[in-house]
């Protein structure tokens, strides 16, 4: 195999050099599986799952959006919110209705049952929250968003 000059073969799994622990993706799917371990405990205590999560913030944060706009932003298969959304109007933490310019488009908006429930979960998480920002700057934090969205914005291209 050819060497590349770049200094990026450690992080390239068809390299010889490759280095499991240099991976960013071994990193970032530990860190995901970490929170997500982490974080269902307390979304337990509000009585929802991760996807639920996912979608009431993103309906918290956005307001009023179709069903694709969320899989989208939560880079989820459609199907996967919809059921999860049907699931939380049944709770009365959304209402989904039709959409006035097209009749095919479901609609989310969160109720203020759904802001209730993001409230106790932030309360339930609030020391996850401060455990997982220890050691860490503003800057820092600021930097590694910046990272991971142009890394996002890479696979996106691909």
Same mark, same amino acid.
């Given at each position: 195999?050819?060497?590349?000059?770049?200094?990026?073969?450690?992080?390239?799994?068809?390299?010889?050099?490759?280095?499991?622990?240099?991976?960013?993706?071994?990193?970032?799917?530990?860190?995901?599986?970490?929170?997500?371990?982490?974080?269902?405990?307390?979304?337990?205590?509000?009585?929802?799952?991760?996807?639920?999560?996912?979608?009431?913030?993103?309906?918290?944060?956005?307001?009023?959006? /179709?069903?694709? *706009?969320?899989?989208?932003?939560? &880079?989820?298969? +459609?199907?996967?919110?919809?059921? %999860?959304?049907? #699931?939380?109007?049944?709770?009365?933490?959304?209402?989904?209705?039709? /959409?006035?310019? *097209?009749?095919?488009?479901?609609? &989310?908006?969160? +109720?203020?049952?759904?802001?209730? %429930?993001?409230? #106790?979960?932030?309360?339930?998480?609030?020391?996850?929250?401060?455990?997982?920002?220890? *050691?860490?700057?503003?800057?820092? &934090?600021?930097?590694?968003?910046?990272?991971?969205?142009?890394?996002?914005?890479?696979?996106?291209?691909?």
């Amino acid at each position: 195999m050819k060497k590349n000059t770049d200094g990026l073969d450690k992080f390239k799994p068809a390299s010889d050099d490759f280095e499991f622990q240099q991976y960013p993706f071994y990193w970032l799917m530990r860190v995901a599986s970490a929170y997500s371990l982490r974080m269902e405990k307390s979304l337990k205590k509000g009585g929802i799952n991760i996807t639920a999560w996912r979608i009431l913030m993103i309906l918290r944060e956005m307001g009023t959006l /179709s069903v694709s *706009d969320i899989a989208t932003h939560a &880079v989820a298969k +459609t199907p996967t919110i919809t059921r %999860a959304t049907y #699931k939380l109007q049944t709770d009365g933490h959304v209402k989904i209705s039709t /959409s006035e310019k *097209d009749g095919r488009v479901s609609m &989310v908006k969160l +109720t203020d049952s759904g802001e209730q %429930a993001i409230s #106790k979960v932030i309360g339930n998480s609030q020391r996850l929250f401060e455990s997982i920002y220890a *050691d860490f700057s503003s800057e820092q &934090v600021e930097a590694l968003n910046a990272t991971l969205q142009k890394l996002f914005l890479n696979l996106s291209e691909f």
